[in-house]
């Protein structure tokens, strides 16, 4: 194998974990006061999967890790990274450690990646990195879970966009040297200045809720770029994966509106099937991109060679692309 083949770090297994526990749109209209009708042709969904209360964050994400490895021997793993949800078992704690022991990476170090939704992205980016200059780094799991519906008040409707939250958990293996679904390259923008609009806030009862704060300003600021800055970090990304536009075949994102969907693909030149919707999963947080692509794969959507854009926001605010090479084949890179 070449030099250049050594380098190339691809997804050789993804995992996925979903709670039993289902919210339908009735369900959230209920309790929200909206139309089903709005929850599901607005907001973008038919049903969530909802963690029960002592179904933590730390459990859902074991359950993905370990169906990501599959037969892989966890003993091989080098670096276990979780890239999931600030909203875990406990403050101030290390998820990635308890991962890390309870599948019994007995080898590998234990760490942290959080850029909120668009963190998926950023922990491919980083991952692949940390391979390529590491020598003694060869298998890296990504683990990540959230079950932030429990921080979201239905009788708030400052946070009507975030109805959607779901629960659950995503993982992938990568390897290095592995010559399928291979990692290109990602781009990333952030906009501090809305660092502070949307943040968890203790209430006089003590528990914590999300919030949003001085919603017309940020509404203001983002509505005229958001649209703008998906875009860029697609195109930017393609650019450094030394492809184009016109070389897209599939876009794997996270939950957004439905209008927001359709202007993504329109933007992007794309078609309805060259991406999925995931109005039965709502927004798994930054778990979205892997739930869209084993879906996706499941319904034979992706192909030997497709270029896939996996694509995240976060609030503070962050945009993230990530480039795969799905299948086997040559990257022109």
Request: with cysteine; net charge neutral.
């Amino acid at each position: 194998m070449d030099r250049r083949k050594k380098d190339w770090v691809g997804i050789a297994s993804l995992g996925v974990y979903l709670p039993s526990a289902v919210e339908t749109s009735a369900d959230i209209a209920r309790k929200s006061g909206l139309t089903v009708e709005t929850v599901e042709q607005k907001l973008g969904v038919l049903k969530k999967h909802i963690a029960s209360p002592d179904e933590h964050v730390s459990h859902m994400a074991v359950q993905a890790a370990r169906r990501a490895l599959g037969q892989f021997d966890p003993a091989e793993v080098d670096a276990v990274i979780y890239f999931g949800s600030g909203y875990k078992d406990y403050p101030v704690w290390s998820c990635a450690c308890k991962i890390q022991h309870e599948i019994g990476a007995v080898r590998a170090f234990a760490t942290e990646i959080m850029s909120l939704c668009t963190s998926f992205t950023m922990a491919l980016k980083f991952a692949k990195a940390l391979m390529q200059t590491d020598r003694t780094i060869n298998n890296v799991l990504l683990v990540g879970a959230t079950k932030e519906s429990s921080l979201i008040d239905y009788a708030n409707p400052r946070v009507r966009f975030m109805y959607d939250f779901g629960d659950g958990a995503a993982a992938a293996l990568l390897q290095k040297g592995l010559q399928h679904n291979i990692i290109l390259e990602s781009h990333h923008i952030t906009m501090g200045q809305f660092s502070e609009h949307i943040r968890g806030v203790v209430g006089a009862t003590g528990e914590c809720r999300i919030d949003l704060l001085d919603g017309q300003t940020m509404k203001e600021g983002l509505d005229p770029v958001s649209i703008g800055n998906f875009i860029q970090v697609v195109e930017t990304a393609l650019d450094k994966s030394g492809k184009h536009l016109s070389d897209l075949n599939f876009l794997a994102p996270i939950h957004v509106k439905r209008s927001v969907h359709r202007e993504l693909l329109q933007r992007l030149g794309l078609k309805e099937e060259q991406s999925f919707y995931l109005e039965n999963y709502g927004h798994v947080q930054a778990a979205d991109p892997i739930l869209a692509l084993g879906e996706a794969t499941k319904r034979g959507l992706l192909h030997d060679g497709d270029i896939v854009a996996l694509l995240g926001a976060g609030t503070g605010f962050t945009w993230g692309a990530t480039i795969l090479q799905w299948g086997r084949g040559q990257p022109l890179c």
